[in-house]
């Protein structure tokens, strides 16, 4: 178990955390989400031991790790840019780390060929230098250098944000299937909250250096505990007064003064036990095969929706629509 206790980090007179909590199990895929500049890369590096806190304890299984050296935390690393040895073979690159431990050759030479099928590189890529592979294959060589040494944790920074949508994809299913297969406890890091919803068991978002919720992907985006979390996980429709006000009309008690929120998905085109109606009109849609998204005028405000193309009727432009909404999917902050 690795937990953070009270964390402050400083960069001079700026304080990226002043009081970082978390706690992260064994085996557990954890990832720390949020935008640009939130302080993602800075937690990873005072766990890998770059940085030092100003302030606070970070432990493993209740050991202080901020005495103990980076080479000695036993903390794999891929980093936002892959930062390989470009002039080296891919063969050379992974069997770096295990020279450097002196280990005996006839073993290097097993563990670099495991390394090198966990993340499908094949042996006549071994021999070719890094600098001659695909982004793709870059990256899968980073994650193997860093499993090469059989680290008790893993620590990835955006290891897949210099690749195309298509191979991000793909990586990323087999990143999911590699660490439940070896079990690594794995820090992952992102901005991509598709990316952190799919791969963590859990996810811990940050917002300008704190941490807003930590939760099961399912917590974080059906039960996002503040406006940030709601706003920045999953599309969204903010409703406004007028929307409000009606739904008020119909039934609802919603507090005109606060925000109200509700998913896409979740506003029904069928009535359903206690939902509520609001009606509008189609002013815009965009199909793309599986579902159509739809823009609704409704009392002045645009409400989208979102809807599975099983077959019914596709709404056109002009067309009036009634809307469906169960009171207990609208999030008020
Ligand atoms: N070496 C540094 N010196 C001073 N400030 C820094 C340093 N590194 C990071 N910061 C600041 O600390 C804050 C957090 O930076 P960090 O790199 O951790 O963000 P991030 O969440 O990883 O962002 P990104 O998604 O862009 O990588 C930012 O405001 C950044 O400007
Ligand atoms: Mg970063």
């Given amino acids: 178990m690795i937990q953070f206790k009270n964390v402050q980090i400083k960069y001079g007179d700026f304080t990226a955390f002043d009081n970082l909590n978390l706690t992260v199990g064994d085996g ?93 590189i094949r042996d006549e890529q071994l021999v070719r230098n890094v600098s001659e592979l695909s982004g793709g294959q870059q990256q899968r060589v980073a994650l193997a250098r860093a499993i090469v040494l059989e680290p008790k944790i893993l620590c990835l920074d955006e290891p897949l944000s210099n690749l195309d949508a298509k191979l991000r994809v793909s990586l990323r299913g087999e990143l999911k299937r590699l660490q439940k297969n070896l079990g690594i ?53 903010k409703l406004g007064v007028k929307a409000i006000s009606q739904l008020n009309k119909v039934g609802a ?43 609704v005028d409704t009392y002045g405000e645009v409400v989208r929706v979102i809807q599975v193309n099983d077959g019914r009727p596709i709404y056109k432009n002009g067309e009036k629509i009634d809307m469906y909404l169960d009171p207990d999917d609208i999030m008020q902050y």
Avoid: W
């Fill in 28 to 120: 557990e895929f954890f990832t720390f989400l949020g935008p640009s500049g939130c302080g993602k890369t800075t937690a990873l590096r005072a766990l890998v031991g770059f940085l030092t806190p100003t302030a606070g304890e970070i432990t493993l299984d209740g050991k202080d790790l901020i005495q103990v050296p980076v080479e000695k935390r036993g903390i794999g690393m891929v980093f936002q840019s892959y930062a390989l040895f470009p002039t080296m073979t891919v063969y050379e690159n992974l069997a770096f780390g295990l020279k450097v431990k002196k280990m005996a050759s006839s073993e290097i030479d097993k563990r670099v060929r495991e390394a090198a099928e966990t993340v499908a």
């Fill in 185 to 237: 406890t794995t820090l992952y890091v992102t901005h991509d909250q598709e990316e952190a919803l799919t791969l963590s068991d859990k996810v811990a978002v940050f917002n300008n250096g704190t941490v807003e919720q930590v939760g099961t992907p399912q917590e974080i985006y059906d039960h996002s505990k503040t406006e940030f979390v709601c706003d920045f996980i999953g599309d969204i429709n």
């Fill in 253 to 295: 008690s919603l507090d005109v003064k606060r925000h109200a929120y509700i998913r896409l998905e979740r506003i029904h085109f069928e009535p359903g036990p206690g939902y509520l109606k609001l009606s509008g009109k189609v002013i815009n849609f965009d199909y793309n095969g599986i579902t159509t998204k739809y823009h």
